[in-house]
């Protein structure tokens, strides 16, 4: 039975006992893409290839932060 979290006003679905709660406090809680010693971070209206998403926390970061579309794939 999944968990569910709010982050940034979302209630957001988890899986428990599994990586999924980590990885949503680590991407969206903690900003964990946001890098701006290097000036990386998502801009509004960019596209993103995310290849490997897991459960999609980072195409939900992208969106937060406006980007236009994010195409996910995730092999497992």
Not at 56 to 71: C, E, P, Q, T
């Amino acid at each position: 039975m999944a968990k569910t979290m709010e982050v940034m006003g979302f209630q957001i679905a988890y899986r428990p006992d599994t990586t999924d709660e980590r990885v949503i406090k680590e991407v969206l809680v903690n900003s964990g893409y946001r890098k701006p010693r290097i000036g990386f971070d998502v801009k509004p209206g960019e596209q993103w290839l995310d290849l490997g998403a897991h459960i999609g926390s980072f195409a939900l970061y992208a969106m937060m932060k406006r980007a236009s579309m994010v195409n996910c794939f995730e092999p497992d």
